[in-house]
Structure formats: structure tokens, C-alpha cells
């Protein structure tokens, strides 16, 4: 099976770490790479690296780019890729995103997978004292 | 199908590598494995990592598991075996 690739694209060292942490947790990701944008970087070298790593986890599948924040440089620059059935991009990466991203067991078209990796990264957040608020009032009573 | 109850023994709970070895597990399965809270009934798919954190079990906390399939027998047996081992953290 073709997997879809990914690459996680942040500023600073987060990419790097989010992918790191993710392999602790489920195992090395061939499919998946970061890269990290230094907040001193030419935009030049920057796309440079995307697209090195665009061509390096690309399964002929299509690459989901998963950046941290919706208008700062590491999303404006992958948006230059942003190409249909090859390359897309979903803002706000999280943990659970990457994790998503790196499970794949059945295929899925490229914007198929775009969407439930964001609708997976909205759900996973969760205001957590709220959550556990029943659990409290049952010990109470 | 099989239906009983795990309960989770080590310290840390049903933390994100705990959970990823028991999906590990379960996928290594062709059954179908659920896992039900027993005190507010969430529940999740045994085989997805994302799902099984949405139980946020903590230590104490008690499943009922149910297992339905070609395999069921030696999945049940080894997921009861995976939580009464504390997933190796005892």
C-alpha cells in the first residue's frame, strides 16, 4: 500500500520534537519527516528544505504538510506547494494529527486523509477538568 | 464474541505508550476488540491509538472488554494478559 507522506513544518525546533515524540509512541515513521523553519532563515532556503522533504517521503500517494500556525511563515511558504492530489496542507499540528497521519491502514485519497487529520486534530482537544467532572461528583456523592 | 472485564493495575494508567502497545497487540488480531469504561461507558476501538486515549483510563479504572472473531479466543486471552501484566510497568 502506497502510504500518504508527510511533512510536519514549524518554526523553531517543534517539528522535529513533535515527530520525535510521536516515534516514541508508535514507532518510527519512514512516511513522515520535519522540517524546521529558524526564525532567522532565508525564505529561499526554506522552501529549498520543504521541497527536499516534499521529495523524500513521497510515495507517488500524495504529502500532507502539517504546519503549526494558519498565517506565519512555515504555512505561507508550504503554501507555494499546495498542488491538487499531491500536496496539501492542514494548520495546527498536534500530537494526535501526526499520530493520525502515521496510521494508516487502509488507502485514502489525499483530501480524504487532509480532512480527518483535521477534524482528528480538533477533536483530540479537550478542556480537561470538564471531562473529568462527572467522575469527581460520583466520588462526592 | 467474548466479553469480560480488564482492570488497569499500573501506576501511570492507560498512558500513550501503554496504549500504543495495546493496539499493537489488538492489531495483530483479525478480531474486532472494544473496550468500554465501566463507569461512564466510553468507548473505544482497541486498535486505534487515538481512540483508546479518548478513555483516559487511569489506574483502578475497570474495562469490559469484548472480542468478536475468527481469533477471539487468543485475542481475549492476550489482552487480559497484557492488563493483568500492567503492561510490563509492575
Known amino acids: ?141 | 464474541m467474548l466479553e469480560g472485564k480488564v482492570k488497569i493495575i499500573n501506576p501511570l494508567g492507560l498512558h500513550a505508550r501503554a496504549a500504543a502497545q495495546l493496539v499493537r497487540l489488538a492489531g495483530s488480531f483479525q478480531s474486532k476488540i472494544k473496550l468500554v469504561r465501566s463507569d461512564n461507558f466510553v468507548m473505544a476501538d482497541a486498535k486505534s491509538i487515538l481512540s483508546v486515549l479518548t478513555l483516559a483510563a487511569a489506574k483502578g479504572i475497570e474495562l469490559a472488554l469484548s472480542v468478536e472473531g475468527a481469533d477471539e479466543k487468543q485475542a481475549f486471552q492476550s489482552i487480559q494478559e497484557i492488563f493483568a501484566d500492567g503492561f510490563g510497568e509492575l
Open chain 1, 1 to 141: 500500500m502506497k502510504k500518504i507522506g508527510g511533512v510536519i513544518v514549524t518554526h523553531g525546533q517543534v517539528a522535529g520534537e513533535l515527530l520525535a515524540a510521536a516515534e516514541t509512541i508508535i514507532g518510527v515513521q519512514g512516511h513522515i519527516t520535519a522540517v524546521s523553519i529558524g526564525w532567522h532563515d532565508d525564505v529561499e532556503m526554506a522552501k529549498d528544505e520543504i521541497l527536499r522533504a516534499i521529495k523524500k517521503v513521497s510515495q507517488g500517494a500524495g504529502v500532507l504538510l502539517l504546519t503549526d500556525m494558519f498565517g506565519g511563515t512555515p504555512t505561507n511558504i508550504s503554501a507555494m506547494f499546495i498542488k491538487d492530489n499531491e500536496v496539501e496542507i492542514v494548520t495546527g499540528v498536534n500530537l494526535p494529527m501526526v499520530i493520525k497521519l502515521a496510521s494508516q491502514n487502509k488507502e485514502l485519497t489525499l483530501n480524504e486523509m487532509a480532512k480527518q487529520v483535521e477534524e482528528q486534530g480538533k477533536q483530540a482537544i479537550y478542556r480537561t477538568s470538564e471531562l473529568l467532572e462527572p467522575q469527581k461528583l460520583k466520588k462526592d456523592a
